[in-house]
Nanobody
């Protein structure tokens, strides 16, 4: 198992930006086949953005296409989610984890993103 730690969330006004980070401190872990998920209040967790080594093409939830960008650093030891043009409906707790549902690691604490005026 790996200890995933998300950070970078906060309160932002609609139209603003945030950059989330995910790391695995203390583990020699590489962010391959990883994704960002979010859980909005009262809703199930959903995959927002992910990259699968099957094609290495980033894939996004339709509602965030053109606004969110998933990436890693050069060593693939940190994963990021750049979120621009944020909307109220982007509010939720954001988590990182494996992109494949049958390969999930233990969930971290997540990072809260609140978009509100």
């Amino acid at each position: 198992q790996v200890n995933l730690v998300e950070s970078g969330g906060g309160l932002v006004q609609p139209g603003g930006s945030l950059r989330l980070s995910c790391a695995a401190p203390g583990d020699d872990f590489r962010f391959n086949n990883m994704a960002w998920y979010r859980q909005a209040p009262g809703k199930e967790r959903e995959l927002v953005a992910g990259i699968d080594s099957v094609d290495d093409i980033p894939k996004y939830l339709d509602s965030v296409k053109g606004r969110f960008t998933i990436s890693t650093d050069n060593d693939k030891m940190t994963m990021f989610l750049q979120m621009d043009s944020l909307k109220v409906e982007d509010t939720g707790v954001y988590y990182c984890n494996h992109v494949r549902p049958n390969r999930l690691y233990s969930w971290g604490q997540g990072t809260q993103v609140t978009v509100s005026s």
